[in-house]
Nanobody, 128 residues
Framework: QVQLVESGGGLVQTGGSLRLSCAAS????????MAWFRQAPGKERERVAT????????YYADSLKDRFTISRDNAKTTVYLQMNSLKPEDTAVYYC?????????????????????WGQGTQVTVSS
């Protein structure tokens, strides 16, 4: 069973930065699409960014691509989300998710239901 453990959340002032980490069990990143989602109180969970573990191609939500960067380490055991110029509206619980793919698959998971493995979430609070 895939285990994802997020860390790095916390309280930061407007304009500050945080880097979230998602440690994945086994070596699933190489054969998965990894994603960061976030969910603010009273709102639906939304996709922030994804990275295809095999070749590193990325996707970002349009409103976040200038401030957030998703990456993975060379060993492909950890996925990161670098968040810069944080705003109060970035306050949310941030979740790491994984969708394991068959070899050679070009499937592009997009929605919450497309991802089968989730971490417990890490709280990010941006004060004004």
């Amino acid at each position: 069973q895939v285990q994802l453990v997020e860390s790095g959340g916390g309280l930061v002032q407007t304009g500050g930065s945080l880097r979230l980490s998602c440690a994945a069990s086994g070596r699933i990143i190489s054969s998965s699409v990894m994603a960061w989602f976030r969910q603010a109180p009273g709102k639906e969970r939304e996709r922030v960014a994804t990275i295809r573990g095999s070749e590193g191609s990325t996707y970002y939500a349009d409103s976040l691509k200038d401030r957030f960067t998703i990456s993975r380490d060379n060993a492909k055991t950890t996925v990161y989300l670098q968040m810069n110029s944080l705003k109060p509206e970035d306050t949310a619980v941030y979740y790491c998710a994984a969708r394991t793919l068959s070899t050679g698959s070009y499937y592009r998971p997009r929605n919450v239901r497309d991802f089968g493995s989730w971490g417990q979430g890490t709280q990010v609070t941006v004060s004004s």
